[in-house]
């Protein structure tokens, strides 16, 4: 069973929400747990049902600055915690303060794919934010990095934090929940013609548009997307997004690699996206 540690925002692992009757939308089926965690024996589903934030160990050297990860899964599992973990060890060296987010999956039934996953993600943001000072890095330089269906939440976070998710709780709920800029490798659920799977159409015709949860608002930040060409997930969301960003005169960049499917990429590919968020 979690922990959690209320003493103190330096807390390692903090529950996004007061108790479990303040979850938005409570589902008793949901929870917030990585997959090698739930296939441990013994694996209890109603210890884990309220999502939190989990903290790394602080970079040896802070260059100011946070970033949420956001592993994949469909919104049905959390997975891609290794390649993660990787992510995480590189941005500690590179001064990124480093903060998990764990989402409740699966899919909420009756409602969109994505929706309890954005709410905890925009609680989420806000508690990143509030102990910005505290920890040590500027509340305006907060950025997620996500792959797959971590990435469509990263692009939730980042297109529309302008719409709120659910309703007001407490003062927490009084913080921006915006992000600064965005990562997003192989996106998932970005075109209409694929809105809850890989893209029936391949994200062509003249049919297609961007999905239309992504508000674009007046806080949409930088971003960088990272494709392969032969994803299950089009690269043409990717292309998509960053037309549309750049029609919004807001920073955004594409990285594509040929013969290349679906999944995370690494540090080195990585840290062309980070070099550009941090130019713009």
């Known amino acids: 069973m979690l922990v959690f540690l209320?003493?103190?925002?330096?807390?390692?692992?903090?529950?996004?929400?007061?108790?479990?009757?303040?979850?938005?939308?409570?589902r008793e089926i949901q929870i917030a747990a990585p997959l090698d965690e739930m296939k441990k024996p013994g694996f209890d589903r109603a210890a884990h049902r309220m999502p939190y934030l989990e903290w790394a160990e602080?970079?040896?050297k802070t260059n100011g600055a946070c970033a949420v990860l956001l592993p994949g899964g469909g919104y049905n599992v959390t997975t891609d915690i290794a390649p993660f973990k990787r992510i995480e060890g590189f941005l500690r060296g590179q001064g990124y303060f480093c903060v998990w987010?764990?989402?409740?999956?699966?899919?909420?039934?009756g409602l969109p794919i994505y929706q309890s996953a954005w709410q905890d993600g925009q609680r989420g943001v806000r508690l990143v934010r509030a102990a910005a000072r505290e920890r040590g890095f500027d509340p305006e330089r907060i950025g997620a990095i996500g792959c797959s269906a971590g990435s469509?939440?990263?692009?939730?976070?980042?297109?529309s934090a302008l719409t709120a998710a659910y309703e007001r709780i407490d003062k927490t709920d009084d913080i921006p929940c915006h992000l600064n800029w965005v990562l997003a490798m192989c996106p998932a659920y970005v075109l209409t013609d694929g809105l809850t799977g890989p893209n029936e159409k391949k994200?062509?015709?003249?049919?297609v548009r961007l999905n239309p949860a992504f508000k674009f608002d007046a806080r949409t930040c930088p971003m960088c997307f990272f494709h392969g060409e032969t994803?299950?997930?089009?690269?043409?969301?990717s292309k998509r997004l960053a037309e549309k960003l750049t029609d919004m005169g807001i920073a955004s960049k594409v990285f594509l690699y040929p013969n290349r499917g679906h999944g995370p990429f690494g540090s080195s590919e990585l840290k062309k996206g980070l070099d550009f968020v941090k130019g713009n």
């Open 6 to 26: 209320f003493a103190s925002l330096l807390a390692l692992v903090q529950p996004l929400w007061p108790d479990e009757k303040k979850i938005p939308d409570f």
């Open 58 to 60: 602080p970079p040896a």
């Open 101 to 109: 987010l764990m989402y409740r999956t699966p899919r909420p039934a």
């Open 152 to 159: 469509h939440l990263a692009l939730m976070l980042g297109t």
């Open 203 to 207: 994200g062509e015709g003249t049919d």
């Open 231 to 237: 994803d299950i997930y089009s690269a043409n969301g």
